[in-house]
C-alpha cells in the first residue's frame, strides 16, 4: 500500500532556530515529492517539488532534501520565525495514465514560540 | 490575481438535504480536484477532472457527485449529506494534472461543511 508518513507528528520551537521535519514513503513508481505549508484554516501551499534527479531544493528559508534510494525526504527550516507556526505536509506523486496521483501524509503541526 | 475560489467557506445542514459547493478556478487549469481533510488523516482526494466533461473517481467518491461544464468551475454535490461528510473540503487546480512534472497544485481556502 501506498503510505506517506511524517515525524514527528508536532514540534514546538524558539523563534530563530532551525528544525527538521521527516517524510518517508513507500509509494511507487514515484514522480516526485512535494512540501507544502498549511497555515489553520487556509489551504496548503506548495513550497518545494523535487523529481527523483534532485536531491536538494530551497525556498528562502525553507531547504528540502530527497533520497529517492531511501524514500526519505526531510524539510529543515532555518532561522524560523513566528509566521511558520503551520502544519507542513509531504506528498508523494506516482505518474499514472491519468495524471498524478497524490498520496498525502498526515503533516508535522510546527509552533513556533518567543 | 491567480486564486482558486470556494463558496460557501462554512455550511452546517441536517442529513438528507442536498447541497453543492462551488469551486472557480482563473488560471485556465486543466486539472482541477476535490479533497476532504479530516483530523488524524491526510487530505483524501474524492474525484478529480483531467478537462471539461471528464472526470474521475479519487480514493473516497462514495457519497459525491462533480460535474465539469466549464473549464474553471468544478462543483461538489453531495446529494443527500450523512454526518460521516462532515469535514473540511478543500478544491485544487493545476495546469494539466501533472504532465509537466514539477507544475503546482493551488488550493482554494477550504469549506468546512457539519451535517447535523
Known amino acids: 500500500k501506498n503510505q506517506v508518513e511524517q515525524s514527528p507528528q508536532s514540534l514546538i520551537i524558539l523563534e530563530g532556530k532551525n528544525c527538521t521535519l521527516q517524510c518517508n514513503y513507500t509509494v511507487s513508481p514515484f514522480s516526485n515529492l512535494r512540501w507544502y505549508k498549511q497555515d489553520t484554516g487556509r489551504g496548503p501551499v506548495s513550497l518545494t517539488i523535487?523529481?527523483?534527479?534532485?536531491n536538494t531544493k530551497s525556498n528562502g528559508r525553507y531547504t528540502a532534501t530527497l533520497d529517492a534510494d531511501t524514500k526519505q525526504s526531510s524539510l529543515h527550516i532555518t532561522a524560523s520565525q513566528l509566521s511558520d507556526s503551520a502544519s507542513y505536509i509531504c506528498v508523494v506523486s506516482q505518474y499514472t495514465g491519468g495524471g498524478n496521483k497524490l498520496t498525502f501524509g498526515t503533516g508535522t503541526q510546527l509552533k513556533v514560540e518567543l | 490575481e491567480a486564486q482558486v475560489t470556494q463558496n460557501p467557506r462554512y455550511l452546517i445542514t441536517v442529513t438528507g438535504k442536498k447541497l453543492t459547493v462551488t469551486c472557480s478556478q482563473n488560471?485556465?487549469?486543466?486539472?482541477m480536484s476535490w479533497y476532504r481533510q479530516d483530523p488524524g488523516l491526510g487530505l483524501r482526494q474524492i474525484y478529480y477532472s483531467m478537462n471539461v466533461e471528464v472526470t474521475d473517481k479519487g480514493d473516497v467518491p462514495e457519497g459525491y457527485k462533480v460535474s465539469r461544464k466549464e473549464k474553471r468551475n468544478f462543483p461538489l454535490i453531495l446529494e443527500s449529506p450523512s454526518p460521516n461528510q462532515t469535514s473540511l473540503y478543500f478544491c485544487?487546480?493545476?495546469?494539466?494534472?501533472?504532465?509537466?512534472?514539477?507544475?503546482?497544485?493551488?488550493f482554494g481556502p477550504g469549506t468546512r461543511l457539519l451535517v447535523l
Open positions: 485544487a487546480s493545476s495546469l494539466s494534472g501533472g504532465y509537466f512534472i514539477q507544475e503546482t497544485q493551488y
Open positions: 488560471m485556465n487549469h486543466e486539472y
Open positions: 523535487m523529481t527523483f534527479s534532485e
